[in-house]
């Protein structure tokens, strides 16, 4: 059994999903750019296209496991309308910090009711991701998507 985190995105108006979407990647890619942190990754943007502007996020040589690429694409089998949804197995490594980081962002940005979100893990685990992301939207209330915990804001 490995260590995964799960999300998906419930369908609302085509236009106003990708514009939101779009606006979320845009702050992901700030933090994943930026000096914010340290860990070493391997990134892979892609500006257009059908899927619109994306990434494939992941780990560098052993601290590698599976690329975390967002946005979802849609599971054409989900009826009556698609769900957007996705998983990425990280193992805890380094480079988990970042996926729930961008996760974090992500629920902030397009809402609970619209994103979704699943781990193995507990809320402990998603602490440091939690952080990242309070520090890169500049929003120290930010919640944890798991819950308080004990110590933390």
């Not at 500006?47 to 601290?63: H, I, K």
């Not at 590698?64 to 979802?72: D, K, L, N, S, Y």
């Not at 961008?102 to 998603?126: F, K």
């Amino acid at each position: 059994m490995g260590y995964t985190h799960y999300w998906s995105i419930k369908p609302f108006h085509l236009h106003a999903k990708q514009l939101r979407i779009d606006e979320t990647t845009r702050v992901m890619l700030v933090l994943l750019c930026s000096d914010a942190h340290d860990v070493p990754i391997q990134l892979e943007v892609n500006n257009g296209g059908e899927r619109g502007l994306s990434f494939v996020l992941s780990g560098v040589g052993r601290d590698a496991h599976e690329g975390f690429c967002w946005p979802p694409q849609p599971d054409p089998s989900a009826e009556p309308s698609p769900l957007f949804s996705d998983f990425c197995k990280t193992a805890q490594k380094p480079y988990d910090v970042l996926v729930t980081a961008c996760l974090t962002i992500a629920q902030a940005m397009l809402g609970r009711d619209v994103l979704t979100l699943r781990t193995d893990g507990e809320a402990y685990d998603w602490r440091l991701g939690v952080r990242l992301a309070r520090k890169v939207i500049s929003d120290d209330s930010l919640p944890n998507p798991f819950g308080p915990v004990p110590g933390e804001p």
